[in-house]
């Protein structure tokens, strides 16, 4: 862990561990940002489980991430995605 914290890796595998999600599961993450949680929590529920990513506002999708964080927003923005 650095100064500032775990960073996105550590916290990703935080979440991880401490919602215990499993195949099959579902997961509602609300204000998922550019989706960076949803990901991980897609994976670790596989093509059974459901994860739903919501954001309210679309530009706070995409904020202070660079391109990337946009790019993945409007990938993710109004989808339903299984693993």
């Known amino acids: 862990m650095g100064p500032l914290g775990p960073g996105m890796a550590?916290?990703?595998r935080i979440a991880l561990e401490l919602l215990e999600r499993?195949?099959?599961d579902?997961?509602?993450d609300?204000?998922?940002?550019p989706g960076n949680f949803v990901r991980e929590?897609?994976?670790?529920?596989g093509r059974r489980g459901l994860v739903v990513g919501l954001e309210r506002v679309a530009d706070d999708a995409g904020a202070g991430g660079?391109?990337?964080a946009r790019g993945a927003e409007?990938?993710?923005?109004?989808r339903r995605t299984r693993a």
């Open 41 to 45: 929590f897609a994976g670790a529920v």
């Open 74 to 78: 409007r990938r993710l923005r109004n």
């Open 22 to 24: 499993a195949p099959g």
């Open 26 to 28: 579902a997961v509602l």
């Open 10 to 12: 550590g916290e990703r």
């Open 30 to 33: 609300i204000a998922c940002g």
């Open 66 to 68: 660079g391109g990337h």
